[in-house]
């Protein structure tokens, strides 16, 4: 996957501002897990990521799927 593409989505989500509510209820802290990810997988590991936004938009995790057919994503992370 494009370096360049991957720094776009991280910077898209980390300029992402959360300012209501308990941030422990906030689902965009995923940026700083998906950032974590990405920073230990390595970018020559990943194929593609993919957004999920789910219950109509107010939740966000992201796919990260690797060349050698595995996957991490960022709702295991939660937990």
């Known amino acids: 996957m494009d370096v360049a593409i991957i720094d776009s989505i991280i910077q898209e989500q980390t ?7 308990m941030r422990e209820d906030n689902y965009e802290v995923v940026k700083v ?3 974590d990810i990405i920073s230990k ?10 957004r999920l ?8 995790h992201y796919v990260i799927l690797l ?3 595995s996957h991490c994503c960022t709702c295991n992370l939660l937990i």
């Open 33 to 35: 897990h998906l950032t």
């Open 41 to 50: 997988i390595g970018l020559d590991q990943i194929l593609e990521i993919w």
């Open 15 to 21: 300029n992402t501002d959360y300012n209501e509510g």
């Open 53 to 60: 936004v789910i219950s109509c938009g107010t939740k966000t």
């Open 67 to 69: 060349v050698d057919g």
